[in-house]
């Protein structure tokens, strides 16, 4: 075996000693944990070859040492600091790392959350206080205050409803009092269903802060989730602007279409002719499946009250304008947890909403937790004042001069954050992506402290994650691998004509060919590609190179000597002259392989030195190695710990 198929053997699992971690040898002045060669075995060993545990156990270790030192002395010879060696690991860190960027245990997490709350729907009502005042300038304060004076109101047990009507900036609490209808997952951002979820029947909900303004809700009424209604629609859609006058004479047309229907005309062809919901009326009316919470309570509220399908709502009027909707069917909500369909249905939703955001969260914990987050400039007045001047170029106030670019904000870990950082954040991104201006300065301090906190997770992403540790440990170990072979064995023994000759003539007996045959094989990418270029090969060898090269793109032809053991689909038979194997089919992955004999030799021949060299090459690795082992077992004393081997045999 040479040195390469012994890596990939091994497959390193990583060189990163765990602190309390066993130590199963030691090799010169370094140790190698027994945690890191179990992984390495259990991951790598799937064949004992009917040895048992502690045989398997001993033999791999014997290979998984070797391999440890030619490791460790690659980078003792300082490899890992060339740079094709850093280059690769870089880039592979590169095209790895945002894989790792979330909490592990989210979608199994956020899954079971979801599914929890689609099981029941929740009657909510919303009140929203703007940070925008009515003559529509940015004011924080005046909506905090206003916020208090509600909270204060509802603590006395002021009606809900009459608050929304006071207080609620939404365009829609005229018309409905703060009622927002039922709700479910995936209904509202992550945010408001957290807060709502959490507020029991009857009561208000803590306030929810967004970018836009403050938020608070009430838990009005709780159901179980009637699942998905399948429905058919047709809208009689009110015109921007529409007057007194117009409304009515759209309100006649909904009340004779629905006499119409009563009277037995197809709801189709009226909804297909007559329905401003274009997408629906080309398809006779019929809508997507329906859940909680699509549409605005008063079209839900109607759609909800037909009770038998095929039944027919009566005109009914919304913003939008008048509505007649069919019920086609219900789908019961899915209340089984182990149902993939819909388990794989949540889990779509969850990486399309918000909620995935929430994976952030965990990062923010981790480097809070491990790292530590410590804020350093607690002076706000003079970091306004600051940021005024350098961002917006005002006047430098007197609370500012006592800062610099230099002036330290927070540290994370070791890492410190200054005022130049912070201005070249805050230069790009303290605006709004919609183009409506600047965001709150406490909203890019908190956005940037955050992208501090990823980006530093990012960077120092093997101090939080182990697998993402041991991927990186195993990739830059196996490259170093590589690189040593490649200067100890590999190139030596493909180099060293001399040598090889040598080595050649004193093994010469062993360089035979057993019996044999000149051979054309045919790989094929298809079995299908397979067979149609055996049947053309078979009705005319002599163009088998011809055949070949129409199908080049999947079929590689290669002519040379074979032993008989090599010939594929030979089985027993005896080979001759103008044999042709059939089709050996591969069925992990349909390629199909099959082969054309020119000549066939039954006896034993002496191979010459360019037929053996590949084999005299092998051997001549195999000499190297041993012989560097050697060198490298006298630097590097091997003392195994046979009591902690004995343990982990068991």
Avoid at 442 to 467: C, D, I, P, S, T
Wanted: glycine residues 4%; charged residues 25%; positive net charge.
């Amino acid at each position: 075996m040479n040195g390469k198929n012994l890596y990939l053997l091994l497959l390193f699992c990583g060189s990163v000693l765990f602190s309390g971690a066993q130590t199963l040898f030691t090799y010169g002045s370094y140790q190698a944990s027994a945690k890191d060669f179990l992984r390495a075995y259990n991951k790598n060993n799937t064949s004992t070859n009917g040895l048992t545990k502690a045989q398997s156990m001993k033999a791999y270790l014997d290979l998984y040492i070797k391999s440890k030192l030619k490791v460790r002395e690659a980078y003792d010879r300082k490899y890992d600091t060339l740079q094709s060696i850093k280059s690769e690991v870089e880039n592979l860190r590169a095209q790895i790392a945002e894989g790792f960027m979330t909490d592990p245990e989210i979608i199994s997490r956020l899954s079971k959350e979801a599914f929890q709350r689609s099981q029941k729907n929740i009657r909510v009502a919303h009140i929203y206080i703007s940070f925008t005042n009515k003559e529509g300038r940015l004011d924080t304060a005046g909506a905090t205050q206003r916020k208090d004076e509600l909270l204060d109101r509802l603590k006395k047990g002021a009606d809900f409803r009459q608050l929304a009507l006071a207080f609620s900036d939404d365009p829609a609490v005229k018309a409905n009092g703060g009622e927002t209808g039922f709700i479910t997952a995936f209904t509202l951002p992550y945010e408001f269903e957290n807060a709502i979820y959490a507020t029991p029947v009857g009561k208000v909900s803590q306030v929810v802060r967004s970018r836009s303004g403050y938020h608070i809700f009430k838990n009005m009424e709780e159901r179980r989730s009637p699942g998905k209604i399948k429905a058919q629609q047709i809208l009689l859609a009110f015109p921007p602007g529409a007057d007194e006058a117009t409304k009515n004479q759209i309100a006649r047309l909904a009340d004779s279409l629905y006499k119409r229907l009563l009277a037995g005309d197809e709801f189709g062809p009226l909804a297909h002719t007559f329905s401003n919901d274009y997408i629906s009326a080309a398809n006779s009316g019929i809508m997507a499946d329906i859940s909680v919470g699509q549409y605005a309570p008063e079209f839900e509220k109607n759609l909800w009250s037909l009770t038998k399908d095929g039944q027919l709502s009566k005109p009914f009027q919304t913003t939008h304008g008048w509505h007649i909707v069919k019920r086609i069917s219900v789908k019961p909500q899915v209340t089984d947890a182990a149902n993939k369909d819909y388990q794989q249905e949540i889990q779509q939703k969850i990486m399309a909403d918000s909620r995935w955001k929430a994976s952030k969260d965990y990062i923010y914990k981790q480097v809070r937790e491990k790292a530590g987050v410590q804020v350093l400039l607690t002076n706000e007045e003079a970091f306004r004042a600051y940021s005024d001047s350098v961002l917006n170029r005002m006047p430098m106030r007197e609370a500012g001069k006592t800062l610099s670019t230099a002036s330290v904000v927070f540290t994370i870990g070791k890492d410190k954050y200054d005022l130049s950082a912070w201005q070249a954040y805050a230069s790009v991104y303290r605006f709004r992506q919609d183009g409506t201006g600047a965001k709150p300065h406490e909203q890019v301090r908190e956005e940037w402290l955050q992208y501090a906190m990823f980006e530093y997770y990012k960077k120092n992403l093997e101090a939080f994650n182990e697998e993402f540790r041991n991927q990186m440990a195993e990739f830059r170990d196996g490259n170093l691998f590589f690189e040593i072979m490649q200067q100890e064995v590999w190139t030596k023994a493909q180099t060293d004509t001399t040598a090889l000759l040598a080595l050649y003539e004193k093994n010469k007996k062993n360089y035979t060919w057993q019996q044999s045959a000149d051979v054309v094989i045919f790989f094929c990418a298809e079995q299908a590609i397979a067979q149609t270029v055996y049947e053309k090969v078979k009705a005319s060898p002599a163009e088998w190179r011809k055949v070949a090269d129409m199908y080049s793109e999947k079929v590689l032809a290669d002519s040379s000597r074979y032993e008989w053991a090599q010939i594929p689909n030979l089985n027993k038979m005896i080979p001759r002259a103008g044999m042709l194997t059939t089709p050996l089919v591969n069925q992990t992955d349909n390629t199909a392989s099959f082969a054309y004999i020119f000549n066939a030799y039954p006896q034993l021949l002496q191979r010459s030195y360019s037929e053996a060299k590949g084999l005299v090459i092998n051997d001549y690795q195999a000499v190297l190695e041993k012989q560097w082992e050697e060198v490298l077992s006298r630097k590097y004393p091997v003392v195994v710990d046979q009591k902690v081997l004995a343990e982990i045999s068991r």
